[in-house]
């Protein structure tokens, strides 16, 4: 098993802040990847970890993944993130410590890194982290209100669905198509309403089986249980929650057409996009499809309208177009194609630094 330091040796990122919080026993990890093409933005998770290690490894590869939807999206913003590894679940004014702590690691990094909600940090987290620094967005304080990323993730993933049902199906009408939500959180259920809305057959998976119930009742929705999803006969395959999903133990159990989902991370290692397509599964590459929350949430903070954020984040649809065209002209993975596009878009940007 790799220790703390020897990830480090290992990444091919830019640097990782490291703090320990004695107070919770809690490690804080801010790692950035790469600020070729502007300052790092990227969300905060806050989890338990079996090791520090593995709480280092997750900050590590989200930051690499926001590098990739940075490019992707085509905004000048660098990829970061953070990991807050806690020994267990933080509530009042321990999480509330724990947060200024971590704002004030945020705060000396003078702008090069920003925090925004990710899984385990809310809106609400990022006022108190705004009273260490305004380096933290999910909190509207001229209107006093939260600013969620997770219905924009929501809105990118579902338009992001309708450009991969008519590269596989020929049309976009969710009508007798089904699609399975793993994960019903901040971005699951904002999802599962309009696809329930759009006339999709919803079947919903949680670790927590109470909430999926619960969204299951209100939109006549079925329930799965988690060690049967990945065999559950359906269209669509939305992982919604953590990473790593799609890999060698699980592929050859999806009868999907397509995965289109709002995790991060959801191949286990690059070889997985190339398994998904060798057995005809059409991928849509996790960094774009999920882009939803990274377009809005800057300009929300900034101010911009709704109308302009939503067009924004609707422009995922189109990039999905290019990028599964791209993919069949090549007869590769869109998860290669993609790939392509966004070492092309930092190698301009090292290019034009120099
Ligand atoms: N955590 C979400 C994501 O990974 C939303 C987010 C985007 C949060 C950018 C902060 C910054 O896309």
Not at 9 to 32: K, L, M, Q, R, Y
Not at 83 to 100: F, I, M, N, Q
Not at 171 to 177: I, K, N, T
Not at 313 to 339: K, Q, S, W, Y
Request: proline share 5%; aromatic share 6%; with cysteine.
């Amino acid at each position: 098993m790799d220790s703390v330091q020897q990830l480090i040796a290992d990444w091919d990122g830019e640097f990782v802040v490291t703090s320990f919080d004695a107070d919770t026993g809690s490690w804080i990890f801010i790692a950035i990847h790469d600020t070729t093409l502007g300052p790092a933005l990227g969300g905060l998770r806050m989890n338990t970890y079996p090791t520090e290690a593995d709480g280092l490894r997750d900050a590590m590869r989200l930051a690499e993944g926001m590098t990739h939807k940075w490019a992707a999206l085509g905004l000048p913003r660098g990829g970061g993130k953070s990991v807050v590894a806690a020994p267990r679940k933080l509530t009042g004014d321990t999480r509330c410590k724990l947060l200024h702590r971590y704002g004030r690691t945020v705060a000396s990094l003078r702008g090069t890194y920003a925090c925004g909600p990710d899984l385990g940090s809310t809106p609400d987290d990022m006022r108190t982290i705004n009273d260490e620094t305004e380096h933290a967005h999910g909190w509207d304080h001229r209107r006093n209100q939260p600013l969620d990323p997770g219905p924009y993730t929501a809105l990118g993933v579902f338009v992001g669905m309708r450009a991969s049902l008519r590269q596989v199906f020929g049309g976009d009408d969710f009508g007798g198509r089904t699609v399975l939500i793993q994960g019903v959180g901040d971005v699951g259920i904002p999802l599962a309403r309009q696809l329930s809305t759009a006339g999709a057959t919803l079947a919903l998976t949680d670790i927590d089986e109470a909430r999926a119930t619960q969204l299951a009742t209100e939109l006549g929705a079925s329930v799965v249980p988690p060690e049967a999803a990945y065999a559950h006969p359906c269209d669509i395959y939305a992982p919604c929650a953590v990473g790593a999903t799609l890999n060698a133990t699980t592929i050859p159990q999806l009868t999907c057409r397509i995965v289109a989902g709002s995790a991060n991370n959801q191949l286990a290692e690059v070889a997985d996009g190339t398994r998904l397509h060798g057995r005809g599964i059409l991928y849509a590459p996790d960094y774009v499809i999920n882009a939803g929350g990274a377009a809005a949430l800057p300009a929300l903070s900034a101010g911009s309208d709704e109308a302009t954020v939503t067009e924004r984040v609707r422009g995922i649809e189109h990039t999905l177009d290019e990028i599964f065209a791209e993919a069949r002209e090549h007869d590769e993975a869109p998860a290669t194609t993609a790939r392509r596009r966004v070492e092309r878009i930092l190698a301009e940007g090292r290019a034009g630094r120099r």
